[in-house]
């Protein structure tokens, strides 16, 4: 976790770098590197993995975001491109999270005003992680055993 945090921070490392040193290694690497594959393993314990990071790097998150933003015109540039990706990749942490509140409202508000398709991409990706897992959340909290029960007794 110390490592990913001095990353995540390290402001004289490039956004481009940061980003792509901070990214997981796929579910079909991580498949490739053992002898027997277990997907449904593999993919939970990834995302055990994103979920903790998220959770324990959440204002880190947050503020990544806001710095690198690309207000204006799109640009194309090596530059501005590193920044893309690095406020994307905070950006789907946040969806990651136990309230994803703060990534519900980024990413509302970055598709809304997305000048390019990486970033309405990446909106849109987030929108839709968070959603599934608060839809989850509230189908755990209203399918649990005591929830059923209490809705019997509410209707009798």
Known sequence: MAAFARVLTDESLSPAFRELALMLPSEAYLAEQMAESNPAAVHAARQFVRKRLANAL??????????HRTPGAYEATPEASGHRALKNLALSYLAELDDPADAVRLASAQYASANNMTDRAAALSALLNASGRKAEAQKRRTCSPTSISASRKNRS
Not at 58 to 67: F, R
């Open 58 to 67: 959440k204002n880190e998150w947050l503020k990544v975001y806001g710095e």
